[in-house]
């Protein structure tokens, strides 16, 4: 990749916070990478960094040897038919695909494009927006390590980067990618129970977010496993005691299962 150009295509959260985060850390060039997308006021803040603007998908792949694909599952085949023909003239070890869509297998841009490229599977999550991010990465077996090591360092610019299996990837999803939407569906419902019993809605959510900090480092640092650390705040007969039994009592732990189970086979539905 010393020599690539990047292609970005969909420029939304996602795109966005890995561009950011690669012009803050100078970890590529500005001027070897471009983007589409069809909505051209997107790209606008990264072109007056130096990142270049492409009328279409198919032009950008022309450009470039490296290709983000930054865009919903269900745009996948529009757009993988429009790159069909630009990448078929190009030499199969040349061009790496990187795609973060959920469910998008290796075998479906394999079966969509034809031919045996270099492919990537991300699956980051919206903290990296503000470089504090979480992404799993997957890589097919012709992809080099030197090669998939960059890719990682690119998602290393925007938070933290694990690697795993192809088929771990739809059940990661929970883990990470979609997790964020139940901490923060949490952190609403504290925040409005502290103001109904008077304290202030700010006040509770800078209190519920160092909370979630400090856990965060009790669980990486204190050697402990997660079920020891529940003990640890739970006395028999206390408040955190009185708090579980109503959660349990609700079958809190297999309903969580079962929203996991739900987010995996979602993904897997929206396989091409």
Not at 125 to 137: C, E, F, K, R, S
Request: proline share 4%; charged share 20%.
């Amino acid at each position: 990749m010393e020599n690539s150009r990047l292609g970005f295509i969909g420029i939304g959260n996602m795109a966005s916070a890995i561009i950011g985060g690669i012009l803050s850390t100078n970890a590529f060039p500005a001027d070897r990478i471009c983007m589409y997308d069809p909505l051209p006021e997107k790209m606008d803040r990264f072109v007056e960094a130096g990142a270049e603007a492409c009328a279409s998908a198919a032009a950008l792949a022309e450009k470039c040897d490296v290709l983000f694909l930054c865009i919903k599952p269900q745009v996948f085949p529009a757009v993988l038919h429009d790159l069909k023909p630009v990448v078929a003239n190009k030499n199969e070890s040349n061009v790496l695909f990187v795609s973060i869509a959920a469910g998008i297998t290796f075998q479906n841009l394999q079966d969509a494009l034809g031919m045996q490229h270099g492919y990537v599977r991300a699956m980051p999550n919206t903290p990296l927006l503000l470089g504090a991010g979480a992404t799993a990465l997957c890589r097919t077996q012709n992809v080099p390590d030197a090669t998939f090591q960059q890719i990682s360092d690119i998602f290393a610019c925007c938070g933290t980067v694990c690697k795993i299996d192809e088929a771990q990837m739809n059940a990661v999803i929970a883990v990470n990618s979609s997790s964020p939407a139940y901490l923060y569906r949490l952190a609403g419902l504290i925040c409005d129970y502290a103001q109904a019993r008077g304290i202030d809605w700010q006040t509770a959510l800078e209190l519920f977010c160092q909370t979630l900090k400090g856990s965060a480092e009790m669980l990486l640092k204190s050697g402990k496993t997660p079920q020891a650390l529940v003990d640890m705040v739970t006395s028999k007969g206390g408040t955190t005691f009185a708090l579980l039994g109503v959660l349990d009592a609700h079958d809190f732990d297999q309903t969580m299962r079962e929203s996991f189970e739900a987010c995996e086979k979602r993904a897997g539905e929206l396989s091409m």
